[in-house]
């Protein structure tokens, strides 16, 4: 008897920490049933053996940095029947979009002994910003659980079941005490996505907004908040520009207590 057809898969890396790439390793026995149901055609995390394209499923991890960068990205697009951004790089521009706001060629006069040799975009964008994605999973780094929710879905052809409401709610589930509430703490969380299990919350910590904007934020209304808890303007500033820096309602309410 043949051996059965299995859809091929594939990881990339971009500009990124490798991050969610090892989340994808974190899975351990998942991941050994997922290759029963899979061919890892390529991912150069976790082996060396590489198969041709085209592949049924490309996981994207990182940002666009570099011109190479952009003409790879394209080239994996050709490549994937579904291509899906995984982690706050691939679909916000990571903590390197930080660049996007500075002087690119200011940081590199500064940082190298010989700038002429350095080959950068002046910006790090998503992957969405430069091929179509067919779904972007959030996160710095992404959840495991999702993860695999996501490639379940894409192998079944259905669409994923990912929350889109905010760390609040999942706070109230786990009956994690309200931060902001408590102890007038500093928290992204009524503006931010739920999925990371209420890391920061329920250490007694503010959301960071590691898995970006929620569905519809209302960021200026948290910011009256934070300002009413005696956040400054600068304070404020800086809170939005972490891990999401450039997705569009954290940078646009960034921008206004520039």
């Known amino acids: 008897m043949s051996e059965r057809k299995r859809p091929k898969l594939a990881v990339w890396k971009f500009s990124s920490c490798d991050g969610c790439q090892l989340t994808m390793l974190d899975c351990e026995d998942e991941l050994l049933a997922l290759t029963e149901e899979v061919r890892i055609s390529y991912f150069l ?9 085209p592949y049924d499923v490309s996981l994207v991890e990182g940002s666009i940095t570099t011109p190479h960068d952009v003409k790879a990205i394209r080239e994996v697009r050709k490549q994937s029947k579904l291509l899906i951004s995984i982690g706050a790089c691939a679909t916000a521009g990571g903590i ?13 006069r500064c940082v190298y002994a010989h700038p002429e040799y350095i080959d950068t ?3 790090s964008t998503a992957i969405s910003d430069h ?4 779904f972007e999973l959030r996160g710095c780094p992404v959840n ?4 695999l929710e996501v490639l379940n879905a894409a192998l079944n052809g259905r669409k994923p079941t990912i929350p889109r409401y905010s760390q609040c709610i999942e706070c109230k589930e786990t009956g994690t005490v309200c931060r902001m509430v408590a102890s007038g703490t500093a928290c992204l969380g009524p503006v931010t996505q739920a999925g990371c299990g209420t890391l920061c919350p329920g250490m007694d910590r503010g959301c960071y907004g590691c898995f970006g904007p929620m569905e519809n934020p209302n960021t200026a209304a948290l910011a009256a908040q934070l300002t009413a808890l005696g956040q400054s303007r600068r ?4 809170l939005f520009r972490t891990y999401n820096a450039n997705a ?11």
């Open 131 to 134: 091929v179509p994605v067919d």
């Open 121 to 123: 975009l002046t910006t």
């Open 45 to 53: 995390e976790a082996t060396r053996k590489v198969e041709k394209g």
């Open 235 to 238: 304070d404020i500033h800086h």
């Open 96 to 108: 390197q979009a930080l660049r996007n706001f500075k002087s690119v060629k200011e940081f590199i």
């Open 144 to 147: 495991k659980h999702q993860m």
């Open 248 to 258: 569009d309602a954290f940078r646009k309410e960034s921008d206004s207590h520039g």
